[in-house]
């Protein structure tokens, strides 16, 4: 999607277990990406979480604060977040063992041609790695993203309070018609999130930042370069 630059090296941290919906699991995601920061030497980073990725980094920013400077929430919600939108066939094609390229346009583009071609573009770049390639998800992946979806959207304590806690410049993305995580959920961070800016793409859903990489790119990047957030 986006190519690492010098000033904004990448880095992707997995987690053994994830989707353990335990307190404990929580506090370990967040003491492993501190030893993993640790030993390439940094102490902070600049955080993007999409989707259900975006769950685990507000648990992350919330447990250390002091880990992250700036969080970029692209397709995601808040903990008990809202259900109103989620497409009707959603469960069904998503539970699937492999996307096929009609599941994933149908779960993260529009329902118009030039969404679908842009889903098209994107399937055609999804299979242009061929070192390294991610395994697809497998049952245990689906059980343990499961378990982390039906913890989520437990509430706990006041809805949304949690987020006001959330000090870090905060960037929130969408489609404006995402039919796996309702766009509402996208406004919901923003209003809740005390220094946050939400950006809604046209004619998109869930994969917005894949329908329009370079715009995603050059949004993201003058969030992360700019001395004084949003300006």
Not at 54 to 81: E, H, M, N
Not at 107 to 117: E, K
Not at 149 to 162: I, K, L, T, V, Y
Not at 178 to 194: K, R
Request: glycine letters at 8%; charged letters at 25%; proline letters at 6%.
């Amino acid at each position: 999607m986006c190519h690492p630059t010098a000033s904004h090296p990448v880095r992707q941290c997995r987690h053994g277990g994830v989707g353990r919906p335990d307190t404990r699991h929580r506090r370990r995601v967040a003491e492993n990406v501190a030893h993993f920061l640790g030993a390439l030497g940094t102490d902070r980073i600049d955080l993007l979480g999409f989707s259900v990725g975006g769950y685990v980094s507000q648990a992350l920013v919330l447990a250390r604060p002091d880990l992250v400077r700036r969080l970029v929430l692209v397709g995601t919600k808040p903990r008990a977040g809202e259900m109103a939108g989620l497409g009707e066939r959603v469960p069904e094609v998503a539970a699937h063992d492999v996307l096929t390229e009609e599941d994933y346009l149908y779960l993260f583009f529009g329902p118009s041609s030039a969404s679908r071609d842009a889903g098209r573009e994107f399937w055609l770049r999804r299979h242009e790695r061929t070192v390294d390639v991610d395994p697809e998800s497998g049952a245990d992946s689906v059980r343990a993203q499961n378990a982390l979806r039906a913890d989520w959207n437990s509430p706990r304590g006041e809805r949304f309070a949690e987020l006001r806690r959330i000090g870090q410049p905060t960037l929130v993305f969408n489609g404006n018609n995402d039919i796996m995580v309702p766009t509402i959920n996208s406004w919901i961070l923003a209003q809740h999130i005390p220094q946050s800016q939400l950006i809604i793409y046209p004619d998109s859903g869930h994969g917005s930042l894949f329908q329009y990489p370079e715009l995603f790119c050059a949004h993201v990047t003058r969030f992360l370069d700019s001395e004084i957030p949003f300006t």
